[in-house]
């Protein structure tokens, strides 16, 4: 998203809808809002095979006060608004597992349970999310979001996943057919309104999230400017590459570079 001098809200994939930019946000905070929110809500929302059909007609009365869910890589751009979504539709407990250093941060998002990964591996994840489950709920988990998008964290999150439920991942990487079972739906979102099929309920989505940024049910993630314009960029990369930037969303702004 970017800010014209309408000051309105703007897709970057495609310009089906514009909305005002609350004045309380950036444009930076803005821009980090387009497609990282999309994949979220395509995965969750959109009607199958888009994503698992949770609420397509973004229908406010629908909730699932009491369902626990699961979001791997909690602290990452994707998985802050999957958090948020997760919130807003009452899903409880939020279980996110994300580094410690962010759990206050994601527990102001929506997230109930902060699994540090840290001092967790994949390997164990299953039997901890077990563990919480047991605490707080007699629902099954029937609802994984993978914004990580690894074999062993989709592995884990799959091996987490109950009978009937279904796992969103970002990227999808290919599980050993041993390790696969019909009971559970395994779907990677593709969040772009680019394709004839998923045009109308891009539609929707931009004029419920346009609701939604100005309300503050979804905030923005948290953002850094990159320094001299399309320049910054080799070295944002770079720090990305060397895990240095975490929990932040790196912005460019090319008219700096000017």
């Known amino acids: 998203m970017i800010r ?13 809808l514009q909305r005002h930019i609350p004045e309380r946000y950036s444009y930076s905070q803005a821009a ?24 397509p007609t973004f229908d406010p009365t629908v909730k699932f006060t009491g369902q626990p869910a699961l979001c791997i ?4 751009s994707v998985g802050q608004y999957v958090i948020q979504l997760l919130r807003e539709f009452q899903f409880s407990p939020i279980i996110a597992y ?6 206050p941060y ?21 039997s901890t999310v077990s563990n919480i489950l047991s605490e707080t709920t007699s629902s099954p988990l029937k609802l994984v979001f993978d914004a990580f998008s690894g074999y062993d964290a989709q592995k884990a999150g799959y091996t987490c996943l109950a009978d009937g439920g ?17 009971s559970k739906n395994l779907l990677q979102v593709i969040g772009t309104v680019h394709w ?26 948290k953002v850094e400017d990159l320094p001299n314009g399309l320049y910054g960029i080799a070295d944002g990369l770079e720090r990305l590459k ?15 570079g000017l």
């Open 4 to 16: 014209q001098p309408s000051s309105s809200i703007v897709s970057s994939q495609q310009m089906l």
């Open 32 to 55: 980090s809002i387009s497609l990282a929110v999309t994949c979220g809500i395509f995965g969750l929302l959109a009607p199958k095979p888009i994503g698992i059909a949770l609420n």
């Open 73 to 76: 890589g909690g602290s990452t």
């Open 98 to 103: 994300a580094s410690a250093k962010h759990g």
């Open 106 to 126: 994601l527990k102001e998002l929506g997230a109930t349970h902060i699994i540090d990964r840290q001092s967790v591996s994949f390997a164990n994840l299953p």
């Open 166 to 182: 279904d796992i969103v991942t970002t990227y999808m990487i290919e599980l050993k057919p041993e390790e696969l079972v019909d």
């Open 196 to 221: 004839p099929h998923t045009r109308e309920f891009g539609k929707q989505m931009w004029r419920a999230l346009g609701r939604w940024v100005e309300d503050g049910v979804i905030v923005p993630n």
């Open 242 to 256: 060397n895990g240095a930037v975490s929990c932040v969303k790196l912005i460019a702004h090319p008219q700096d």
